[in-house]
């Protein structure tokens, strides 16, 4: 599944995300799952993006970051993730303005770099 993963099927980097994520104990690891579920946010697919901006927001794998966190989660959320809005309404209280602005900035460049090349595909 890695080699396959590896040749840029988003929904299969996302699925070995969540292998990793939510795997037993002894095969479970953030680190991993934060890596996957980036390669495939990054080919524009809004779960792996929601679950990224989760793993930012709880430092899960990543160091925590509520600007990435908020930045994911705004990009899923754009593309109609109902979980990615509930969660921005989670992380937004944590942050100040400026920190909400600067990812509000970000989100928009994700959004430019990771989903319109992908959705001008379909």
Not at 12 to 36: C, I, N, P, V
Not at 66 to 94: D, F, G, M, N
Request: aromatic fraction near 12%; include cysteine; charge should be positive.
């Amino acid at each position: 599944m890695v080699q396959y993963a590896e040749k840029r099927s988003s929904i299969t980097q996302y699925e070995l995300g969540k292998m990793f994520q939510h795997g037993k104990e002894k095969s479970r690891d953030y680190g991993q799952a934060a890596k996957w579920y980036q390669q495939s946010a990054k080919h524009g697919y809004r779960r792996a993006q929601h679950l990224l901006g989760a793993m930012y927001a709880q430092g899960r794998g990543v160091a925590r970051n509520y600007i990435k966190a908020y930045a994911w989660c705004k990009v899923s959320a754009a593309q109609h993730s109902k979980t990615a809005l509930l969660k921005l309404k989670k992380i937004e209280p944590r942050m100040s303005r400026e920190q909400v602005s600067i990812a509000r900035k970000l989100s928009k460049q994700y959004y430019e770099m990771y989903v319109v090349p992908y959705a001008q595909r379909k």
